[in-house]
């Protein structure tokens, strides 16, 4: 079992920052990764770290969006810089500490929220124009 807790979130202007954390519980392998809700029923995959630490961002927030781990105190942060309002949802991190993000049979799996078991309560975002 791994407890996740995502905080930081509020609102904020177009073009504006906002910084994200998720605490968690230790565990010695497997990948993280940051969600966001919006109105519609899916969850998107927005960056996920993989268990060699690679890092992959979805297009709709690369250069926008920067993920930071610090191992020492289990907290995963995502900074999110020049925010539009599609950025609006509810932002969840997620883990997975059984394995990575890729399946044995070669599969990327980084951005499945079926992926991920373990899920935080999630932290809302709200971006005003």
């Known amino acids: 079992q791994v407890q996740l807790s995502e905080s930081g979130g509020g609102s904020v202007q177009t073009g504006g920052s906002l910084l994200l954390s998720c605490s968690y519980d230790s565990f010695a392998s497997g990948c993280m990764a940051w969600f966001r809700q919006g109105p519609g029923p899916e969850r998107e995959g927005l960056v996920s770290?993989?268990?060699?630490?690679?890092?992959t961002y979805a297009d709709s927030v690369r250069g926008r969006f920067t993920v930071a781990a610090d191992t020492a105190t289990y907290n995963l942060y995502l900074v999110m810089n020049n925010v539009k309002p599609e950025d609006s949802g509810m932002y969840y991190c997620a883990a997975n500490p059984s394995q990575g993000g890729w399946t044995f049979g070669g599969q990327w799996r980084g951005f499945d929220p079926s992926w991920y078991p373990y899920w935080g309560q999630g932290t809302q975002v709200n971006v005003s124009t």
């Open positions: 770290i993989d268990v060699d630490r690679t890092i």
